[in-house]
Nanobody, 123 residues
């Protein structure tokens, strides 16, 4: 059974950093892309970034470019979202989702989701 578990969220001050983890089980991460989405009070689940099965990264949200990066450790079945210089607008529940091989920004193209991890950026 395929499972996805996000962790690493929390309360952080503006300018701070967090690293979110996405642990998958029930399949080999090696052949999957992993995307991160944010669900905020103002927006539906919007794409933030994605890392392809071969490690290439796509940042979907212009305002996080240069601040958020992704990495993956296939041996640990884990993908990461490294978030730096956090801003209050980054607040939301972050979800990760796997997809075979290729990234796509539409959440409708991802079938399996975790429970999300909440990030709150506030002074």
């Amino acid at each position: 059974q395929l499972q996805v578990v996000e962790s690493g969220g929390g309360l952080v001050q503006p300018g701070g950093s967090l690293t979110l983890s996405c642990v998958v089980s029930g399949f080999s991460l090696r052949n999957y892309a992993i995307a991160w989405f944010r669900h905020s009070p103002r927006e539906e689940r919007e794409p933030v970034s994605c890392i392809g099965s071969h490690g290439s990264q796509t940042v979907y949200e212009d305002r996080v470019k240069g601040r958020f990066t992704m990495s993956r450790d296939n041996a640990k079945s884990t993908a990461y979202l490294h978030m730096n210089s956090l801003k209050p607008d980054d607040t939301g529940v972050y979800y990760c989702a796997p997809r075979t091989q290729f990234c796509t920004p539409s959440p409708a193209n991802y079938a399996d989701w975790g429970q999300g991890t909440r990030v709150t950026v506030s002074a």
